[in-house]
């Protein structure tokens, strides 16, 4: 009887560390599940506050935006015109560094140097945001660009240097994901385009892009939304001052820099100026669902199983 029951006892201590680990990783999924369901009713609440006393078709069609100085005007089209422009040139910028790199990682460089290059490159990930503020206040706009461009032409805030930094930031995402993608080719189809007679930029053109092409659009979108959610770089490098325009050397304002100018201010708790920030908040949380939403599509749309 004591050597039997020795496994049975075994076997239920066993069963309950594993329902206990089990519940463990519920409770964690499940927190997350219900942090950003907290999150979307909170967002929910306060824009619905938000739209009871501001017309929603003011707020979307609405060409000025005035929040903190009277006559106070609440259309956000230049909140969403200065956001799509710093992501645009952030993404001219990044795609053709981060496909370049992509290519010279998985394609053409050794292993010693891809150990060695690709961990330089994701550095640029990890660098606070910012501090590449300060490099596009300090150093790419008054000692790049206005030289470049005319001081009379270009200031010390512009879109263009936000983008230009955003797109460094974003730079590596598209190399690592793009890397992965194209590292996940199989060799098989690589020699079977040199065996036809293909050079190697030939059968990464021809070949590898299209293999990969679901992985590479993925990082693209996931890069833009990336571009259009940073919020320190483009306060300190584009500025404050709202409008709709699609002039990179003009200052704009961004939706993030414009919830950190609010949320830093002395705006009271229960304003309109205070509900506005869950409003613009509530846009860009749509915006950036509606990108994520797209990549999960083309991933699924383009992928290929090998």
Excluded: C, H
């Amino acid at each position: 009887m004591t050597t039997s029951a020795g496994p049975m006892s075994l076997a239920r201590q066993r069963n309950l560390s594993e329902r206990i680990i089990e519940l463990l990783l519920f409770a964690a999924a499940a927190l997350s599940v219900l942090t950003t369901v907290g999150i979307i009713a909170v967002l929910a609440f306060q824009t619905f506050e938000f739209f009871t006393q501001v017309s929603p078709i003011e707020f979307f069609t609405g060409t000025v935006w005035s929040a903190s100085i009277k006559p106070q005007s609440w259309g956000v089209l230049p909140l969403v015109s200065g956001t799509l422009l710093v992501a645009g040139i952030a993404m001219i910028v990044a795609v053709p560094l981060g496909l370049l790199a992509a290519v010279l990682l998985a394609e053409y460089a050794s292993t010693r140097i891809r150990t060695f290059v690709k961990p330089i490159l994701e550095t640029i990930a990890g660098i606070p945001t910012i501090v590449l503020g300060f490099f596009a206040l300090n150093f790419l706009a008054p000692q790049v660009l206005q030289p470049l461009l005319g001081k009379e032409n270009i200031g010390l805030f512009s879109a263009l240097s936000g983008g230009i930094v955003v797109g460094l930031l974003i730079t590596p995402l598209i190399a690592s994901i793009s890397e992965d993608a194209m590292r996940a080719v199989p060799s098989g189809m690589r020699e079977g385009a040199y065996a036809m007679g293909a050079t190697r930029f030939e059968t990464i053109r021809k070949v590898v892009f299209p293999a990969a092409l679901s992985g590479i659009m993925a990082s693209l979108i996931l890069a833009m939304s990336r571009a259009i959610g940073e919020t320190m770089a483009v306060v300190l490098a584009v500025g404050t001052q709202p409008q709709l325009t699609f002039d990179p050397t003009e200052s704009v304002q961004t939706m993030t820099a414009f919830i950190v100018q609010i949320s830093i201010g002395e705006t009271a708790q229960g304003s309109l100026e205070f509900k506005s920030l869950f409003a613009v908040g509530a846009t860009l949380f749509v915006m950036t669902l509606a990108l994520n939403l797209i990549s999960s599509w083309v991933v699924r749309r383009y992928r290929t199983a090998y």
